[in-house]
């Protein structure tokens, strides 16, 4: 069983940055495509980003496309989500997710149910 743990968040003001990490707990024999999800409150969970193991392939959601980097150290058992240029609407608890599947369309890691592993999550939240 692989368990993800996120870290990294926390205040943010406008145009401000984060980096979030999230940590496997073990290394594993499954190449894990890595995503990120987030979820606000009164809103359901939304796709992020997400990595294949390789770092060959990445995708992001259009509405942080631009300002939001996804990216690995394998050797760490850890992936980043790098947020630049953050905004009010990017307030949520941030998960990080896992999957065994390369996925050939991006349709389905924009799916939660496309992950079988899941973080607690790490909170963002933007001040004013």
């Known amino acids: 069983q692989v368990q993800l743990v996120e870290s990294g968040g926390g205040l943010v003001q406008a145009g401000g940055s984060l980096r979030l990490s999230c940590t496997a707990s073990?290394?594993?024999?499954?190449?894990?495509?890595m995503g990120w999800f987030r979820q606000a409150p009164g809103k359901e969970r939304e796709f992020v980003a997400v990595?294949?193991?390789?770092?060959?392939?990445?995708y992001y959601a259009d509405s942080v496309k631009g300002r939001f980097t996804i990216s690995r150290d394998n050797a760490k058992n850890t992936v980043y989500l790098q947020m630049n240029s953050l905004k009010p609407e990017d307030t949520a608890i941030y998960y990080c997710?896992?999957?065994?599947?390369?996925?050939?369309?991006?349709?389905?890691?924009?799916?939660?149910?496309?992950?079988?592993?899941w973080g607690q999550g790490t909170q963002v939240t933007f001040s004013s």
């Open positions: 073990e290394r594993t024999q499954y190449r894990l495509t």
């Open positions: 990595i294949t193991w390789s770092a060959d392939r990445t």
């Open positions: 997710a896992a999957t065994g599947v390369i996925y050939s369309s991006n349709y389905y890691f924009e799916l939660s149910a496309s992950y079988d592993y």
